[in-house]
């Protein structure tokens, strides 16, 4: 089966010469097979020879390990982004880099590419421990759960589109409208339609206030709990977060209870919440009463600090460190990991370090000593998609919207320098 994600035109050319009247391979099938395993080799080659990698130490930690001592990392595909390429390459990269949880939409095909790229990178480097499969959903209208669409054929001749320029995920095309090739902000090739590319949008909501005619609407829209529950009894999903505002409980209990028994063998469940003030705490200790009486496995609080921008800049991060503080500050907050999220970046770790957070399990002004970490870990999402795009963009313009990281060992190496540089410094290396 795994041969199946390296070299696919490769494959094909094997099977297409086989002789149709017997079992024997013609030469050519022998040679298109030859070559696809020195493809393979080559990677192997590339990556134990070039980069070290914590996926491949001895000494890598279990996700559930990584919480404890304070280093987990979570790459965050999007709540919903649907594009299975761009998710199934993201998953063999961070794979490789040593991440220890993928969350990504609650989309069957959407599982499914991530589980490949896990199992294209196990291949690859022959890894003992894969990371967690998580799936997100919401219990009301969420900023995480919407998409940007509006009507190309309304957008006027002359207007500027400041929404392409503004979308961090290349989900807006003029192809009819355009006078060039590319998009202006990125080098990917044009998709073959106008207006907003559904699975690519992730609804960071950029594109609604630079409308210079107002012709960009939101369309919101809640995960089905019956749709969840059959993706929750998989054998590839490990772990679910719930998002949520927090304000009140009533639609989380609804969705905890329609989900019933589907949690049941689950690794971890996550709660993603904003920073409430002083209704946080509160909130917390009620959706964790909720939870309690079927919650059979480890539980983590996602601080959402400030959504979906952490590509944007250093300062993006001060929100989800803020939040952090008081959280690890509190002494009457319910049981469970806390993980950063919400303008996390390369910066992120610098903050928590500055502030006694990183891999401690007591601050100054607490005097608690827990055996685990204060701070779990952190999630990173629109940054990390966007120091690997980059290098995703390149090889699709050169190799065509399909291609697959492993059959490209030079972008392959690319996408693990710019992956290692965020996840590094997290698993202390």
């Known amino acids: 089966m795994a041969l199946r994600y390296f070299c696919n035109t490769k494959i094909s050319t094997y099977h297409h010469h086989r002789d149709a009247n017997c079992d024997c391979v013609t030469d050519a099938a022998k040679e298109a097979l030859g070559e696809l395993r020195s493809s393979i080799e080559n990677v192997k080659s590339l990556i134990s020879n070039t980069l070290k990698l914590p996926s491949l130490s001895s000494s890598s930690s279990s996700p559930l390990q990584s919480l404890q001592r304070g280093n987990w990392v979570k790459l965050i595909c999007g709540a919903s982004f649907e594009d299975v390429v761009d998710i199934r390459n993201l998953s063999l990269v961070y794979t490789l880099s040593g991440v220890d949880c993928i969350d990504c939409a609650a989309d069957a095909s959407v599982v499914s590419a991530v589980n490949e790229g896990i199992e294209a990178a196990t291949e690859i480097a022959g890894l003992q421990k894969r990371p967690w499969v998580m799936i997100s959903v919401n219990d ?13 054929e309304d957008c006027p001749a002359d207007c500027s589109r400041p929404c392409e320029i503004v979308c961090p995920a290349n989900a807006i095309s003029f192809l ?40 960009i609407r939101e369309v919101t829209y809640v995960r089905d709990a019956a749709t969840t529950a059959d993706l929750l ?14 304000r009140q409980s009533v639609q989380f209990k609804e969705l905890w209870c329609a989900l019933g028994n589907s949690v049941e063998n689950l690794k971890l469940i996550a709660v993603s919440l904003p920073n409430g003030g002083d209704s946080t705490i509160p909130s917390m200790n009620e959706m964790f009463s909720i939870m309690k009486p079927n919650l059979q496995c480890f539980n983590l609080w996602q601080l959402d600090g400030r959504p979906m921008s952490g590509d944007i800049g250093r300062g993006a991060t001060k929100e989800t460190i803020a939040f952090a503080i008081e959280l690890a500050k509190a002494k009457n907050r319910p049981p469970g ?41 952190i999630a990173y999402g629109g940054y990390a998609r966007k120091i690997v ?12 919207g399909a291609a697959r990281i492993e059959d490209h060992p030079q972008h392959l190496l690319m996408a693990l320098k710019e992956a290692l540089a965020l996840v590094g410094p997290v698993k202390c290396l």
């Open 389 to 400: 795009g980059r290098v995703l963009r390149s090889m699709q313009s050169e190799y065509g």
């Open 176 to 215: 009819g409208k355009s006078a060039s090739g590319t998009s202006s902000n990125t080098e990917l090739p044009r998709v073959l339609v106008d207006g907003v590319i559904t699975e690519r949008c992730y609804g960071c909501g950029r594109c609604l206030p630079v409308c210079p005619f107002d012709k």
């Open 233 to 246: 009894r998989r054998n590839d999903v490990d772990a679910m977060e719930i998002h949520t505002s927090g």
């Open 140 to 152: 009301d209208k969420d900023l995480h759960f919407r998409k940007a669409e509006f009507d190309p």
């Open 337 to 377: 990991f806390l993980q950063l999220a919400g303008g996390t970046n390369a910066h992120t770790i610098d903050g928590l370090r500055k502030k006694g957070l990183f891999q401690t399990t007591s601050i100054v002004v607490d005097s608690s000593n827990s055996p685990d970490a204060l701070i779990g870990g």
